[in-house]
């Protein structure tokens, strides 16, 4: 089967993320990928998207470009962002045995996106974040 690239670019607004989604189910779906592999995709884009638009951006304007390649075994979304560099995946992982009124707040978003994903690579290029995220069908 072909493999299928589709691109869009988004302004830094949380409202725009359920076009994203809906794009990417479309893409895993034609390829064969199980519902939850699906799921588990759009759960790690849009945790990365909003993170970008929350924590990058941090209230100003900026796009994101969300690029998705799909295989018949392996769906690649890259995020790419003009907002400071920042490494998501330097994040310490949040200790979720602690009391939840102990907790720090934050920090679960890229806990999830780890335990969703098979891969996760960030690199920093040209003065953008780009944050790559593999999803192996299973």
Sequence with gaps: MMEECLTCT?????HAIPRVSLALD???RSHGFSEEE???TQLAVEEAVTNVIVHGYA??????????????????VQIRDWAPPFNPMSMPEPDITEELEDRQIGGLGVFLIRRV???ILYRYEDGNNILVLIKKRG
């Design 10 to 14: 988004i302004d830094a607004d949380i």
């Design 26 to 28: 479309k893409a895993m």
């Design 38 to 40: 699906c799921l588990d």
């Design 59 to 76: 209230g100003t304007s900026g796009q994101i470009q969300i690029t998705c390649r799909t295989t018949h075994n392996l769906a690649e």
């Design 117 to 119: 994903m098979d891969e």
